[in-house]
């Protein structure tokens, strides 16, 4: 019995990987892609070789365009949330009427409706598009903001939070929908990094706008607090109102790239998906299930709940504590106090993603940054000295900012889906966080859930 060593030729499938790149030139790169062939070989090599000169204009045009907008959306619906903190600091609780825990069921009810509109507010993003969907939340809960202006009592306030959460619940996962749509993996890192770097910036700015803001006697008819609130939700209004316009909402749909670049754009995403039909999937059960509870999304999401505990811990709270330790300081000078601490927080923000990029290694960076919150607590705990205590706030700030998540699923559909599931989980660290807990035993949790990260890795 002889065995036949012929080549055997390939049965032609539209479905095929290509191996040909004499078939993959100019124009044809984009059909392929389109008609869900990724241009690679059985190992997933890449076979089509596009233009570097081109590619990095294209990458350019798209930083320009594309970033900037959705920093933007994500610094101010971070400040929108937590600038509640500063207008503590300038009398909202006296204002109020609001004793006990008043103030931290106010900050719990927002978490309520994020966490229960996560994932619906995924499904509509993917419905929409994120070019619409982004655009039109932002323009939500900045109205949202300036209605918190006009609040009187605690009910009041606590049905504008809920409003707010609603609004703000597919913000994040939508953005790094958003965001695959226009990068490969390895550009996608990066970018994501610099968008979750608005959350400590928003700490940071959110306590100069403050300070600026309460050196105004009025804004129009409204006073102290209550000027916070209306001029940051009326530029969270404007910003919404621009989106529209700098947010496109898929690269073939780009008014500012030609025709050439739209080919461009969709195929150099396209190539490295193997196996997939359309460049964006189908909302489909099947993988919604698969992203929802996949194991290590499971093992992501309770890491993201125990840290997201200390980073809200930290953005809420951060004006209070800067109280304590400088309670002789006036209102403005303490709101300043609460900037450094997020300066350095983004420099680990942008610091570790880059390290991970550098070095293509992720999750011994998740493990890295727990010990930097347990040294802060440990430090603010066990001394009453002002200034120890609020270096301690540097180290909290540097170790809880810089976890994130990257999703890597699979598909559009899936890796939506996936990315909400982990924010989700997060959210309900947030709901946890407003209450009496013990904080050393929350982050050496935390450390014990970035080990179990790193066993399924």
Partial sequence: MT?????????????????????LVGGDAHFVAEGGQAATDQYGRALVEFDRAAERRLLWKIDLYIVPSVALMYLFCFIDRANIGNAKLAGLEDDLGLKGYDYNTALSVFFISYIVFEIPCNIACKWLGPGWFLPTTTLGFGICSLGTAFVNDLKAMCGVRFLLGVFEAGMMPGIAYYLSR?????????????????????GAF???????????????????????????????????????????????????????EKNLAVARVKSERIATTEVLDKIDLAKTMRGIFNPITIVSGFTFLLNNITVQGLAFFAPTIVKT?????????????????????????????????????????????????????????????????????????????????????????????????????????????????????????????????????
């Fill in 182 to 202: 226009w990068y490969r993996r390895s550009e996608l890192a990066f970018r994501l990094a610099l968008y979750i770097l608005m959350a400590p910036l928003a």
């Fill in 325 to 457: 330790i400088y309670p002789h300081d006036s209102v403005v000078s303490q709101q300043l106090h609460t900037v450094p601490p997020y300066v350095v927080g983004g420099f680990f923000t942008v610091l570790f993603p880059w390290l991970s990029w550098h070095f293509d290694r992720r999750l011994i960076f998740y493990i890295i940054a727990p010990p930097l919150m347990i040294a802060g607590y440990i430090m603010f705990l066990a001394t009453d000295l002002p200034h120890v205590r609020y270096g301690a706030t540097f180290l909290i700030a540097s170790g809880s900012f810089a976890f994130g998540a990257l999703c890597n699923a699979n598909s559009s559909a899936k890796r939506r889906l996936r990315y909400g599931t982990l924010v989700r989980y997060r959210n309900n660290g947030h709901a946890w966080q407003y209450w009496r807990i013990d904080c050393d035993l929350v982050v050496l949790a935390i450390r014990w859930a970035g080990l179990s990260h790193w066993k399924w890795a």
């Fill in 206 to 260: 959110g306590g100069l706008l403050a300070s600026a803001i309460l050196t105004l006697d009025h804004f129009g008819s409204l006073h102290t607090w209550r000027q916070i609130f209306a001029i940051e939700g009326i530029i969270t209004i404007g910003i919404g109102l621009m989106t529209f316009i700098t947010c496109t909402d898929r690269p073939e749909t780009a008014r500012w790239l030609s025709q050439e």
């Fill in 3 to 23: 065995s036949d060593t012929t080549p055997v030729e390939p049965v032609p499938d539209e479905k095929a990987v290509f191996h040909n790149k004499e078939a």
